[in-house]
């Protein structure tokens, strides 16, 4: 399979998408990242590596990291973590206050900003320096210690982070919250703020496309089972009130961030990474997801 070429065509066929959607301007160090940008990479079993556009610029992954959270969970607590939350689709925005209000602080996935939030929450209780712990887990799936915060991100996102902090307060109103509610609100916004290249991503997500090898990043390690399922979580639930077009255009299991970036998976084949910050009414990159669509199209690599 040709995937470079296949890279190229796809890029001239996406052109036309390129002043679509506007990028998470509600977030100002976002609002002012140039969204004229574009880059995806592909990282392969066999370690080969096809790359085009910015596909080494760095950018807050946002949302994507929810799957390293999720990752970092289950190999602390394992099923336990589904005592706090649910593994189903949404169906409603990713931070949903009514959704969260009717299941009585019980969210409905670990996808959504809700569940984000009691994973923060469990990450703090269970480690014992939760944001250096995280970033050297990150490091390692990526193979590059250069990988850090963008606090200015993070404090951004604090600064206009009003209807996060009312989801945190009624997490903790419902006992879903142990720890304090600022320093768990800080410590999510710190993980959606890292920032990595499509290149890294790419390779941090390598390890969810390959449930045949074991999974052991430092302190982090996860059975073939838990990769399995935390790719099944992804398909369903990783593309917020989304999840089912992107299943039905792409047919990948993936996560996307309000940063513009989106990794997906063909499991037992490859990873890919895309970023272009203009984002669609769903908070989704609409020239990462023509991407993906045009390159599952091409290729006739799916999952399904």
């Not at 592909?42 to 990752?71: E, M, P």
């Amino acid at each position: 399979m040709n995937y470079q070429k296949i890279l190229e065509n796809i890029y001239l066929d996406i052109r036309p998408y390129e002043k679509m959607g506007r990028q998470a301007d509600y977030i100002p160090a976002l609002a002012a990242v140039n969204p004229d940008q574009f880059g995806i990479c592909i990282h392969t079993l066999r370690n080969d590596i096809y790359a085009l556009g910015q596909a080494d610029t760095r950018f807050s992954v946002q949302s994507i990291s929810k799957v390293f959270s999720l990752a970092y969970c289950m190999s602390i607590i394992g099923d336990d973590v589904w005592k706090r939350m649910g593994k189903e689709p949404s169906g409603t925005a990713f931070n949903s206050l009514i959704q969260l209000e009717i299941e009585k602080g019980r969210p409905r996935n670990p996808f959504i900003n809700a569940g984000a939030i009691v994973m923060a929450d469990i990450l703090l209780s269970r480690l014992d320096n939760p944001k250096e712990q995280y970033l050297r887990f990150l490091r390692s799936m990526s193979g590059n210690d250069t990988i850090g915060y963008n606090e200015t991100v993070a404090i951004s996102e604090r600064s206009q982070g009003y209807l996060n902090a009312a989801i945190a307060n009624m997490l903790k109103y419902y006992h879903n919250i142990d720890n304090d509610i600022e320093d768990v609100l800080q410590f999510y916004f710190l993980t959606c703020s890292v920032e990595m290249s499509c290149r890294e991503l790419s390779r941090a997500f390598l390890a969810f496309a390959d449930h045949h090898k074991p999974f052991s990043f430092g302190d982090v390690r996860l059975t073939a089972s838990q990769v399995k399922r935390i790719n099944a979580i992804m398909q369903t639930c990783g593309f917020y009130d989304e999840a089912g077009e992107f299943s039905y255009l792409v047919g990948l299991p993936g996560k996307s961030g309000v940063g513009g970036g989106i990794a997906a998976v063909y499991p037992s084949r490859y990873s890919v990474a895309v970023w272009s910050p203009r984002l669609n009414d769903k908070g989704n990159s609409v020239m990462g997801m023509k991407a993906l669509e045009l390159l599952t199209t091409e290729t006739e690599e799916s999952i399904f």
